[in-house]
T-cell receptor, first 114, second 120 residues
Framework: AQSVTQLGSHVSVSEGALVLLRCNYSSSVPPYLFWYVQYPNQGLQLLLKYTSAATLVKGINGFEAEFKKSETSFHLTKPSAHMSDAAEYFCAVRPPSNTGKLIFGQGTTLQVKP | DTGVSQDPRHKITKRGQNVTFRCDPISEHNRLYWYRQTLGQGPEFLTYFQNEAQLEKSRLLSDRFSAERPKGSFSTLEIQRTEQGDSAMYLC??????????????????FGQGTRLTVV
């Protein structure tokens, strides 16, 4: 069964600092991988997705993620944090059954300090 | 089209009451998903529809839960005899299954803002 592990339930960075949110997946076949962001009392917004094309994926709001098969990782990064980046971030994997359902990690809350 | 819409945004109910939530997907999307998200956790898959057919249900979906999508457009999720453990955010998402060379492709899922249920 496929699963997602997000290392670190809370990450705190200073404004302008590098953001690194970690995600590892388990999958027996090449997966589709996603990062979503959720602001308080809101739904999920897609940041970026990996669909077996380029291993470095660029998303919205300056975020990017790199698919590393050897490490089974899909970490999310942003060079310079902004106060508006404070939110909860979810990594998700989509099993290859083509149902389209997503399996989410437990989430990482990003705090940005002024 | 303004995206996936869910109603109500918030619902407070007494234990034992029935509640019903509605989801209006993006109009051209033929797939619709329900997820449940409890505090501090990621969303968990409940069920999904392709057009009006309910094709998969999670073991999380007890017999008190029922979902419908009668005309392949909007969907409802009903919880009967609510329990305090049902308190959660219920998220709806939609996507499309499109033909492509060699098979079909599922487009990315777009989520609604959710319905937050509190059972007291």
């Amino acid at each position: 069964a496929q699963s997602v592990t997000q290392l670190g339930s809370h990450v705190s960075v200073s404004e302008g600092a590098l953001v690194l949110l970690r995600c590892n997946y388990s999958s027996s076949v090449p997966p589709y991988l996603f990062w979503y962001v959720q602001y308080p009392n809101q739904g999920l917004q897609l940041l970026l997705k990996y669909t077996s094309a380029a291993t470095l994926v660029k998303g919205i709001n300056g975020f990017e993620a790199e698919f590393k098969k050897s490490e089974t990782s899909f970490h999310l990064t942003k060079p310079s944090a902004h106060m508006s980046d404070a939110a909860e971030y979810f990594c998700a994997v989509r099993p290859p059954s083509n149902t389209g359902k997503l399996i989410f990690g437990q989430g990482t809350t990003l705090q940005v300090k002024p | 089209d303004t995206g996936v819409s869910q109603d109500p945004r918030h619902k407070i109910t007494k234990r034992g009451q029935n509640v019903t939530f509605r989801c209006d997907p993006i109009s051209e999307h033929n797939r619709l998903y329900w997820y449940r998200q409890t505090l501090g956790q990621g969303p968990e898959f409940l069920t999904y529809f392709q057009n009006e057919a309910q094709l998969e249900k999670s073991r999380l979906l007890s017999d008190r839960f029922s979902a419908e999508r009668p005309k392949g457009s909007f969907s409802t999720l009903e919880i009967q005899r609510t329990e305090q453990g049902d308190s959660a955010m219920y998220l709806c998402a939609s996507s499309s299954l499109l033909p492509q060379t060699g098979g079909k492709m599922n487009t990315e899922a777009f989520f609604g803002q959710g319905t937050r249920l509190t059972v007291v």
